[in-house]
C-alpha cells in the first residue's frame, strides 16, 4: 500500500485517480460500500484508486480535550483499504490551514489542483470546507466547473438504523462485541508495541504482553477472550484484561493478553489484539490465590469461545 501525504506533491502516475473522501475511522460497513463503490469506478475507468482519510480526526482537531475515540490507527486503515483494492491511502493533515479553507478553495485548489482527482466518491452526509460549508450536492456542483465529477453513496442500515462509527463505540463501552464485529465486519483491534510490566502476570503463571492503549476508544473495562495478530504473520488466541487491575496497586491502565500455548519474546513488538467476546467486568480480590483461581476460569471460558465448532456428522 502506498502512503500519500496531501502537503507533498501526488506521483504523476497517480494523478487522475477517483478518490473515496471521508474520515473512515473504524472502516466499517458503511465506510466500506463507499470506498468499494471507488474502486469498482476506478476499475471500469482505468483510473487509480485512492482513499482519502484525515488526521487527526476534525472533531479531535475542533474539540482537543475530551474522551479517547479513535477506532483505528492510520496504520490500520491503510491496510484495510488496501485489501478493499484501493491503490494509495492520502493523509491529509487536518489543521487550521485546512480547516479555514472555503469549500472552492478545497475543491479546486486540493482535490482538482493539487491531487488531479477525476472522481470523488463520499457519503451522503459528508461535508467540508470552513464551517462545514461544503455539502455533496455542493461538491457535485463545484467539481462539474473543473471537471472533476462527484458521487454519493446512500448510507447502509441494518435493522437498527444507519451503521455509524457512533454505534460501534456504544456497542465498546457497554463490552458488546457481538455488535461491533457485525458493523465492522471484524473485531475492533487495539495495535501497539509490548511494553515492559511488573512481571505480576508471570508470577502468576500467566504471562501477558502488555500493550498501551493510547488514543484508542476505552472499551468496557473487563477480561476478554481475544484473538492477536503477530507482527510475523501469525494468529493467536487468548485472554486479555482491559483495565486498570484493581487488585494491584497503583492502578495502571493497559490491555494485558495471555496467548494459549505461546512462547516467545514479544518484548517492542509490534501486535493487534482484536477483542471477540467481553467474559466479565474487573473485580478485586482479597487474595492471589483467589485471583489466580478466577484467571483459570477465565483462561477456559475463552478457550471455549475461540475453538472452532465441532464439524457437523452427516
Known sequence: MTLLYGDQPLPPELRGAVIALGN???????????????????????RPAIVATFDPHPARFFRSEGADFRLT??????????????????ILRFDAALAALSPEQFVAGQLVG????????????????????????????LGSAHGMTAETVP???????????????AALIAGDCGTAIELLTRPFAIEGTVVHG?????????????????????????????????????????VANLGIRPSFDPPKELLEPYFFDFAGDLYGRIIEIGLIDFLRPEAKFDSL??????????????RQILSPPAPRSS
Open 155 to 169: 448510507p447502509v442500515v441494518d435493522a437498527t438504523g444507519v451503521i455509524s462509527s457512533s454505534r460501534i463505540r
Open 114 to 141: 493539487r491531487f488531479g482527482a477525476a472522481a470523488v466518491v463520499t457519503g451522503e452526509d459528508f461535508t467540508f470546507g470552513k464551517a462545514r460549508r461544503g455539502t455533496a450536492p455542493m461538491l457535485a456542483l
Open 24 to 46: 473512515f475511522d473504524g472502516f466499517h460497513r458503511g465506510h466500506q460500500a463507499v470506498v468499494g463503490r471507488a474502486v469498482a469506478r476506478a476499475k471500469a475507468e482505468g
Open 198 to 238: 511488573d512481571q505480576r502476570g508471570r508470577e502468576l503463571g500467566y504471562p501477558t504482553a502488555n500493550m498501551e492503549l493510547g488514543d484508542y476508544l476505552r472499551p468496557r473495562y473487563g477480561i476478554y477472550a481475544v484473538r492477536a495478530r503477530l507482527d510475523d504473520g501469525r494468529v493467536v488466541d487468548g
Open 289 to 302: 490465590d483467589a485471583l489466580k483461581t478466577q484467571m483459570d476460569a477465565d483462561s477456559a471460558a475463552a
Open 73 to 90: 490507527t492510520l496504520e490500520q486503515r491503510a491496510r484495510l483499504f488496501a485489501a478493499a483494492g484501493a491503490d494509495a491511502t492520502l
